[in-house]
T-cell receptor
Framework: DSGVTQTPKHLITATGQRVTLRCSPR?????VYWYQQSLDQGLQFLIQYYNGEERAKGNILERFSAQQFPDLHSELNLSSLELGDSALYFC?????????????FGQGTRLTVV | DQQVKQNSPSLSVQEGRISILNCDYT??????FLWYKKYPAEGPTFLIS?????DKNEDGRFTVFLNKSAKHLSLHIVPSQPGDSAVYFC??????????????FGQGTILTVHP
């Protein structure tokens, strides 16, 4: 158990819908990262928050948004869903803003868009 | 644009032998490299890392080698054990960039260690 909690574990929804994925970081970790893993792909960096503020942005679509709340949990909002958005979405957390040995991943949320 | 590539989708090894997983990168700004291991239904777990100022880092059965001129790194597992069977991801970071929190991952290599 990495200490990073992601909910829900599985999500099936229809095209055009909107979903929210939730991540609770490890106790004491200030930084949250979101990654997307599509079929047969490596993990693609989406966005990073550090202590409530956006720190870094990757290839995140405009239809996607995220935020980190005062209690440090984070939510990733995906809207106008398309079939191609089906993927595993991972959240990771670390104490610092650096994604290195200190980062711990959650189990992921598997999103299926039908 | 695949900046980190793991060209072998899978590798099969006998228990007790050496496993060698390879990774190539194209971005010369990358200066920190990591290997993650992932079991089914779990998130990736950090395994070992290496900074570009080194060419080798060892941790128990795991050794990572970095060849900067070839933009190539490899993970050696000796001896391999059945419990090492997992997907191994290579990742790289450009710590001098403003988006230093970002890791770029390879596609992963499925390692199977047979008893």
């Amino acid at each position: 158990d990495s200490g990073v909690t992601q909910t829900p574990k599985h999500l099936i929804t229809a095209t055009g819908q909107r979903v929210t994925l939730r991540c609770s970081p490890r106790s004491g970790d200030l930084s949250v990262y979101w990654y997307q893993q599509s079929l047969d792909q490596g993990l693609q960096f989406l966005i990073q928050y550090y202590n409530g503020e956006e720190r870094a942005k990757g290839n995140i679509l405009e239809r996607f948004s995220a935020q980190q709340f005062p209690d440090l949990h984070s939510e990733l909002n995906l809207s106008s869903l398309e079939l191609g958005d089906s993927a595993l979405y991972f959240c990771a957390s670390s104490v610092t803003g650096q994604m290195n040995t200190e980062a711990f991943f959650g189990q992921g949320t598997r999103l299926t868009v039908v | 644009d695949q900046q980190v590539k793991q060209n072998s989708p899978s590798l099969s090894v006998q228990e007790g032998r050496i496993s060698i997983l390879n990774c190539d990168y194209t971005n010369s700004m990358f200066d920190y490299f990591l290997w993650y291991k992932k079991y089914p239904a779990e998130g990736p777990t950090f395994l070992i890392s290496i900074s570009s100022i080194k060419d080798k880092n060892e941790d128990g059965r795991f050794t990572v080698f970095l060849n900067k001129s070839a933009k190539h790194l490899s993970l050696h597992i000796v001896p391999s054990q059945p419990g090492d069977s997992a997907v191994y991801f290579c990742a790289a970071s450009a710590t001098r960039e403003t988006s230093y929190g970002k890791l770029t991952f390879g596609q992963g290599t499925i390692l199977t260690v047979h008893p």
